[in-house]
């Protein structure tokens, strides 16, 4: 089973058998924010690792795309998104699995998605199995389309 992980408060999780693929969205969590009464959206570790224990002993390889600060986004926003991909990886790592980390420019590419909307990874990932259009019908699971193909790296 090969697993792909698109980091990100809404990201996914693609696990690819030869079989089957199935998706999950990345589980999140809510926490109190600092000295606030507002809360921020975090990644759910222990959630992540119950999708992936299951397939512990299946797992051949995890690829974990690489995430970056975005200059139009503010600090938290751009703290949350590393801090979302470095949970992944060290969830992985804790498993005793050693992720591959993959840069976006790298997996675009393979798929002519450099310079591309966001949504054309789903259009293309339902070109290649269009039998997922149930669980990619929606503009919002583009996440768990890039998942898949990142997983397919």
């Known amino acids: ?9 809404h990201g996914a999780i693609a696990l690819i058998t030869d079989l089957e693929i199935i998706f999950h969205d990345m589980p999140t969590m809510s926490i109190p924010w ?12 222990n ?14 390889s995890v690829n974990i795309e ?5 200059p139009n986004q503010g600090a938290l926003s751009n703290s949350v998104l590393v ?3 470095y949970s992944a990886m ?5 498993m005793g699995i050693e992720p591959n ?8 590419r393979k798929y002519g998605l450099i310079n591309m909307p966001k949504d054309m990874s789903r259009l293309v990932v339902l070109k290649m199995y269009p039998g997922l259009e149930p669980q990619l019908k929606r503009k919002k699971d583009v ?11």
């Open 1 to 9: 089973m090969k697993v792909g992980i698109d980091p990100g408060i």
């Open 66 to 70: 690489i995430v970056g600060v975005r």
């Open 101 to 108: 980390m993959i840069q976006p420019a790298k997996w675009k």
């Open 47 to 60: 959630g992540l690792y119950n999708i992936l224990a299951p397939y512990e002993d299946e797992i051949e």
């Open 83 to 85: 801090a979302a991909m």
């Open 34 to 45: 600092a000295k606030t009464s507002k809360y921020k959206t975090m990644i759910d570790v």
């Open 143 to 153: 996440d768990r389309a890039e998942a898949l193909l990142i997983g397919g790296f």
């Open 90 to 94: 060290n969830t992985v790592k804790l």
